[in-house]
């Protein structure tokens, strides 16, 4: 069954019980964006993380864990972009975790992995399973914000996303949000180990020319 | 999205430099990717060519006589194909700088003075456009600086997160400057003038479909005059990176680029009975897209159609037999709100992603923002193309839409954002966005979100937009408190790390591999394995997840072979899949592979050199299961080894279990990946590494007696493999400390079928040295059993 038409059988499903998207997000938990995108069998839009669910269902909270991992995406190749990497994934749930301790515990991973000096910037953006959704960009280690090609010229060099846990997440992995709160984010290795090590193209991990391996 | 500077101050005040309002844009949730800056430089002025010369000395170069505005006339060579009398241009007189290393001066080109330069819009940073000279409107007075008509300005590039439809327009943006900067967005709008008349007595609108299209909005605009559209509208078209067309399309554009609201024209003329239909097509239903291409539809598919025939496909193009083309002269505008999913369903079925789809999608504003971007449209349409509005508007709108009311708990801004705002902070920061307070109850608040914010949902929304506006950079970061926790690693990966680390002194280099293969090659590698198939795979070389990594570093070594990278050692730690059926997770395994190919000792002067084996390949993989704990490695029956191994091959077992597989890879198997060396590979399961009994080392004592030592010859059958022969040898006494096969023979006295295996054994007490009787009788056990049970005799 290709795509297309497992989407046209799952839609077909819902109508049959007349069911709206709204309806169908209401009794199965998935959101309506994903619903909809499996319906379209357009899998781009779905990127929520299925491990933090897991850890979530398997162990109440305090949760503190780091969950490293391969994850691809439909996406062209090219020297910015591949369509798989190694993406780190953390979560904190506990009671009356903020965004405070967000910013606090990167700004701690940024100053023991860049420079002890190394500061943060956090912007708002978007997440389907964080909500408020950041990214956070870290003080370029090359030029110590004065703006350097490494850096684009803008001082600053984006590391990761991030945002505090959903209510929609946490009721999935059967968590009382009213009682917990919690942070996550993801990063990708590759672009970390680029931005360290000033290689210019992700294509270099993946095709492991042994010159390249060579120099680490 | 583009977003240029000029426009966007005029719908607010800013008192920023374009850089720095990307930050602030940035802070809040909307990036920029760059910043165009135009810069007309100083001393460039308005000219205007008198006349044309042909150049004494050079066929592709003519001489301008130019009108700079002074009281004698210019001589300019210039270059350029499209000069002509009569025409304005730019001109960069002498001492004008054009970049950082272009000053014009006064120069003799070809044996002529040329007072200066005419330029391209290229050459002056307007645009990329460089095919030929840039022409200026008729209006402008020669002489006069170009600055004045065009003042300085820059072109943000910004990227708008998918949940913010809202503000993939003009004004989108303006309203999140004035929220951030505590302005208010200037109105934009325009009051239409109306003539006498009633749509009503012109068009009717009937929505079939109203879940797909909750309110449609039309107005009609009689007697307009199809034209080019004034230099200002052209410029803002352009600078947002769209192509001016006419009056009537620019128009419907400007007001996609200001309201965000996509907008469709269509000629009243061909819309039959005077009559709209909004309802789905018919499966197979066939309709030419305004861009000439025919598109089949399917029921999904929401049509505009008139009495006799669809004339659009909503929100993604018009079609080709109603749009607006040079004789029409009555213009019906469309301006609706159609439902995202149905949008992106047709869009993404039929391929076909326009600047209308894109905003439909993502929802726009079903309230205000319909209204005056159709009133502004029809306004703008009578100012710039003439004609007469006629009066009213349709507004089919059936069930209308409310906004949405959301609780917000201060305390739970604290909780979640970390850092105490108060109430009336919150309140303000929330007013600055358009969101209302309308009540509440105890601590809380209630708020009405505008109906343009499709994004705002739960209470958490609400948080994001306080702490977005707060600045997250406002926000202390704090320590959290250290909490002694278990700190578990999954033993496998422990095991992983152990792998790394004995294979990294073993010379070998880890890689990582992409995780999906191609059918062709799967089939190839493991033609009995059922593979996980992907629904959605990127190319057909990515279809399916690997079942093997043998694929992958047969892969690595051809690329660096045909680098001429030689002597490759590789090893990988990754994941096999493997399809259980649909009702089931598919088989996942953590396998680590190893590769090896060429010398694994190269050659020098000194040393010949040694080239990979079976036996290299063994002593890695015993040095990596004694690393990792597993017990002695065995090495088993080839027969059940994977198929892309050839004859030298055997499976890998830590005690009772099958750990993986090793081998030499069959040559063709190696040709199909343009190998041509000998290549070996193993692939050990790491779960059954650790899985094996850990050999927790007991010390035993070293031996004090000497021991006996003694050969033996079998003659076996042609199919007995010597492990076989040795665990039986070894099995017979306590006093056999070791046994090892140190040859092989055939030949025709031992007879067709047979083989000769010769092993040496040594026997040792630990509490006496052992009499040759002792041994002797050992020896006629050995000799006893290998008869009795393999039908072996000892070669005389």
Known sequence: MDALALGRYLREAREAKELTLEDAERTLRIRRRVLEAFELGDFNVIDASPVQIRVMKKQKPPIRCIMPGKVYRHEEISARSYCMFTQVEGLFIDENVSMADLKGTLLAFAQRFFSEKARIKIRSSFFPFTEPSIEADVECFVCGGAGCSVCKHSGWLEILGAGMVHPRVLAAGGIDKEKYTGFAFGMGVERIAMLKYRIDDIRLFFENDVRFLQQF | MKIPYSWLKELVDIDVAPDRLAADLASIGIEVASIAETKVPEGVIVAKILGIGKHPNADRLSICEVDAGGLQPEKIVCGAPNVRPGMLAPLATVGSRLGPDMVVEKAKIRGVDSAGMLCSERELSISDNHSGIMELPADYT?????????????????????????????????RECAAKYGRTVKSCGRTPLESCGSIN??????IVNSGACPRYLGRLVRGVTIADSPEWLKRRIRACGLRPINNIVDITNYILLLFGQPM???????????????????DGQLFITLDGMERNLCRDDLLICDAEKAVAIAGVMGGANSHISATTRD??????YFEPAAIRRTSKRLDLSTDASYRFERGVDPADGLIAAIDTAAELIRRLAGGEIIGGRI?????????????????????????????????????????RLIGGQGGAMEFEAPLYRHDLVIEADLIEEVGRLY??????????????????????????????????FQGLHETVTGSMTSEKRRALLTPDIKPVVLLNPLSPDMAQMRTTLAGSLLEVVAYNLNRKNTNNRFFEIGKTFASRG??????????????????????????PGKPVDFYILKSLINSLARHCGAGPVRYGDCGSAAAFFGQESATVACGTTITGECGKMREDICAAFDIATPVYYAQLDITALVAAPPSQPVYSPLPRYPAVERDFCFVVPEQMRSAVICDEIAAVSDLVEWVEPFDVYRGEKLGPGLKSIACALRLRAPDRTLTDTEADEICGRIIETMRRKHGATLRR
């Open chain 2, 331 to 336: 213009v019906f505008l469309e301006c609706a």
């Open chain 2, 395 to 435: 507004d089919a709108y059936p069930k209308p839409l409310t906004p949405r009311r959301i609780i917000l708990r201060p305390s739970q801004v604290q909780r979640l954002l970390g850092v105490d705002i108060s109430r009336d902070r919150i309140v303000s920061l929330l007013g600055a966005l358009g969101i």
């Open chain 2, 264 to 282: 469709h024209a269509f000629d009243y003329s061909r819309i039959a009975g005077r009559s709209i239909i909004v309802k789905n097509a018919a």
């Open chain 2, 201 to 206: 007595d012109y068009i009717s609108v009937e």
């Open chain 2, 471 to 504: 600045g997250y950079d406002n926000i202390p970061p704090s320590v959290t408190a250290p909490v002694t926790m278990t700190r578990t690693i999954g033993t496998s990966s422990a095991t992983a790390d152990t792998i790394r680390k004995v294979c990294a």
């Open chain 2, 142 to 174: 020669p002489g006069t600086a170009l600055k004045k008509y065009f003042p300085d300005d820059a072109v943000l590039e910004i990227e708008i997160t998918p949940n913010r439809g809202d503000c993939l327009s003009m004004l989108g943006v303006a």
């Open chain 2, 582 to 607: 649909l009702q089931e997770l598919p088989d996942e395994r953590d396998v680590v592979a190893i590769i090896i190919e060429g010398f694994f000792e190269a050659p020098s002067w000194q040393h």
